[in-house]
């Protein structure tokens, strides 16, 4: 089995800042790919960045490229979502996932859909006020 913790959401105002982290334990040898969601209220969940479980090839929504940047902290199994210059619109749960799907699933344009995760931790709250 797999375990995903998130950590790191909470309220920032318009313009801020916020780094979220996600811990990885367990059976992870298998995982390929880790994966930030996010879910807004009255919206379906939406993959926003994804990365190899190797720190190489991120990969970024257009609605928050330039802002947000993940990338795993070497030495650990966590991987980090760093966003910058925050909206309102990016108020949301921000999941972590993660995939065992093999081979480059990010480079064919997989790292963004939300079916490619399999395993999923339980999500933190970012909310953005202006």
């Known amino acids: 089995q797999v375990q995903l913790a998130e950590s790191g959401g909470g309220s920032v105002q318009a313009g801020g800042s916020l780094t979220l982290s996600c811990a990885a334990s367990g059976k992870t040898g298998g995982l390929n790919a880790i994966g930030w969601v996010r879910q807004a209220p009255g919206k379906t969940r939406e993959g926003i960045a994804s990365?190899?479980?190797?720190?190489?090839?991120?990969v970024y929504h257009d609605s928050v490229k330039g802002r947000f940047t993940i990338f795993r902290d070497n030495g650990k199994n966590t991987y980090v979502l760093q966003m910058n210059s925050l909206k309102p619109d990016d108020t949301a749960m921000y999941f972590c996932?993660?995939?065992?799907?093999?081979?480059?699933?990010?480079?064919?344009?997989?790292?963004?859909?939300?079916?490619?995760?399999?395993?999923w931790g339980q999500g933190t709250q970012v909310t953005v006020s202006s």
């Open positions: 990365i190899y479980t190797t720190g190489a090839g991120a």
């Open positions: 996932a993660a995939s065992g799907a093999p081979g480059p699933i990010l480079d064919y344009g997989f790292g963004l859909t939300v079916s490619t995760f399999g395993y």
